[in-house]
């Protein structure tokens, strides 16, 4: 049982940092949603990955907020792929977001003793 909880606690984290993931890929340079799930799924060493059925989603709820703008790009050779950029809004939400998250991190890390390992 203790690892059926443990999937239910991952599955809860991804699904609590799904949008500032996303928010942070997109900030320096407009990504696709390929390159999106594949960045997350390289930077964390695999611990964490998106299917498709989960983040195409996630980003047509972002966009809809008007936290992201995305815009078709058709390239020769290539099928046309719908690139995702922040939004100045994006920007703010993605600062909250950042701060919210640290101040979390640090106080799980109090309660854990990982501050002092």
């Given amino acids: 049982m203790p690892y059926k909880t443990s999937q239910m606690l991952d599955r809860e984290l991804k699904k609590g940092s799904a949008e500032l993931l996303i928010l942070s890929l997109?900030?320096?340079q407009p990504?696709?949603?390929?390159?999106?799930?594949?960045l997350i799924e390289q930077r964390s060493k695999g611990a964490l990955r998106f299917n498709v059925a989960?983040?195409?989603?996630?980003?047509?709820?972002?966009?809809?907020?008007?936290?992201i703008q995305g815009r078709w790009v058709e390239?020769?050779?290539?099928?046309?792929?719908?690139?995702?950029r922040l939004t100045a809004e994006g920007k703010k939400v993605l600062a909250a977001q950042r701060d919210?998250?640290?101040?979390?991190?640090e106080a799980i890390?109090?309660?854990t003793g990982l501050e002092h390992a």
């Fill in 100 to 105: 919210s998250w640290r101040e979390f991190v």
């Fill in 26 to 28: 997109v900030e320096d």
């Fill in 75 to 84: 390239k020769a050779g290539q099928r046309r792929r719908r690139y995702y």
């Fill in 54 to 67: 989960s983040l195409y989603p996630l980003l047509y709820r972002l966009e809809k907020r008007g936290w």
């Fill in 109 to 111: 890390n109090r309660i």
């Fill in 31 to 38: 990504r696709h949603g390929y390159d999106i799930g594949s």
